[in-house]
């Protein structure tokens, strides 16, 4: 594996750029051609991020040398496959500073994850319930699985569901932070960056108004974890969401971290094999978390490749891929700019935001812009991308977006721009 570092001679003048020559050599999927030998260009990356040779060879092998059934059976395969299991565990928790891998949960993915959190909330006792005289915030930019599952929450418990809006820029409106969250609020519940906007949110304003009136404070991490440091103990949350699959990981893996005593008073989720310590006919009584939260046969494989994810991710340097990151956004939305017609949905400066950039193309559609540029070679996301109502907000049926990961590169960013010309030229 590359440790990432710069290559001699910068591409583009552009300093803080990882050796992504070396990088991509890690990444098979990178060097396919499509459409009649076009080189791929993926910028896709917020949807779904392509996977290294390391972590397609730690699945492989555990499927190949060590498969069994987890933490149950007392032979040498089930203890193999449980150490790998913990393992994952220790390493995720270990990625996100988290103080014990007792508050690392496995769940299948973040959407998961929020609707657990959201479940174990509304079956809660006292002082953790969320029922008729309590408040859920939310905010407008959000991912639909951060929306849904508490408006599931509020029709079944009658709770009120409040959020915030969107300023013109793309950034929360939290001028009225102290009438949206009030003594009511229960839970708030947002996003640490947009999978649209691209925006990074003040966590810790919105930290500090909800632990004023008692509120808990769940984030979710799934554009940030991938993207840069994700420590969940200076966020000052109580939960943190993320997914497996966005940050070189295997798809069908996703993670909740919550702090040990709220794992522990709260009820789980689901219900069913591991997850208990006593059974009768009459009732049952559950294991200590993590494990209450992990019913059945977990994602044993799925973990493994997510604690080589995170060993590879961690032997770059999460600090560098965020500055490698940072330095090409800026150069993507400075050229971006010189695009006729060309409109970015969100921050238009490379300060406070993510790898992520949406943006329309004049009158065309978004689904043709995109379907243009992929028979170039080149693969974006087109849509509301799960969060219509930041759509609503801006007035657009759909976005082109681009998103980057740390083997972008800024060649890639000029390929996309010249893809765009293309695409003006088409439909004019």
């Not at 519940?189 to 949110?201: A, D, Q, R, Y």
């Not at 632990?211 to 404070?217: D, P, R, S």
């Not at 440091?229 to 997914?243: C, E, H, K, M």
């Not at 990981?249 to 702090?259: D, E, K, M």
Request: hydrophobic fraction near 40%; charge should be negative; glycine fraction near 10%.
């Amino acid at each position: 594996m590359t440790d990432g570092t710069q290559a001699p001679g910068t591409p583009h003048g552009l300093p803080g750029l990882l050796d992504t020559e070396a990088i991509r050599k890690d990444f098979p999927i990178l060097h396919r051609t499509v459409h009649g030998g076009k080189p791929l260009i993926y910028l896709d990356n917020a949807a779904s991020s392509q996977k290294p040779r390391q972590v397609l060879d730690a699945v492989n092998e555990y499927y190949e040398r060590h498969h069994a059934n987890v933490h149950r059976g007392v032979h040498i395969l089930a203890e193999e496959s449980t150490a790998l299991y913990e393992g994952a565990r220790d390493k995720v928790a270990a990625f996100i500073n988290a103080p014990s891998r007792d508050e690392v949960v496995f769940t299948k993915n973040a959407s998961e994850s929020l609707n657990l959190v959201a479940n174990m909330l509304g079956w809660a006792d006292d002082p953790y319930r969320v029922d008729s005289r309590t408040e859920v915030v939310i905010t407008e930019m959000e991912h639909h699985s951060n929306i849904v599952p508490w408006q599931l929450l509020a029709q079944r418990t009658g709770a009120t569901l409040k959020w915030f809006g969107l300023t013109d820029d793309g950034r929360l409106d939290l001028s009225r932070i102290d009438e949206v969250i009030t003594e009511r609020t229960k839970v708030v519940s947002f996003m640490l960056v947009s999978n649209v906007l691209g925006t990074v949110n003040p966590v810790d304003e919105i930290v500090r108004r909800a632990q004023e009136v008692g509120a808990l404070v769940v984030v979710d991490a799934s554009q940030a974890a991938p993207h840069m440091p994700l420590d969940v103990q200076s966020l000052g949350a109580d939960f943190v969401v993320f997914t497996g699959h966005k940050m070189c990981g295997p798809t069908g893996i996703g993670v909740l971290w919550g702090r040990q005593e709220l794992l522990e008073d709260l009820p789980p989720f689901l219900g069913g094999g591991e997850m208990i310590e006593t059974v009768t006919m009459h009732a049952s009584t559950y294991a200590p978390a993590p494990h209450k939260f992990e019913a059945g046969t977990p994602p044993i494989a799925q973990a493994v490749g997510l604690g080589a994810a995170v060993d590879y991710l961690s032997g770059i340097g999460m600090e560098r891929i965020a500055e490698h990151e940072h330095a090409l956004t800026a150069y993507a939305l400075g050229r971006l700019a010189e695009v006729p017609d060309l409109r970015i949905i969100g921050p238009v400066t490379g300060e406070d935001r993510g790898a992520t950039i949406s943006f329309t193309l004049g009158d065309i559609h978004p689904h043709d812009v995109g379907q243009v540029l992929d028979e170039q070679g080149i693969a974006v996301r087109v849509g509301h991308h799960c969060a219509r109502p930041v759509c609503l907000r801006y007035g657009i049926p759909a976005t082109t977006r681009a998103s980057f990961y740390l083997y972008s590169t800024p060649a890639e960013v000029d390929a996309l721009v010249a893809g765009l010309e293309y695409v003006r030229g088409f439909f004019g």
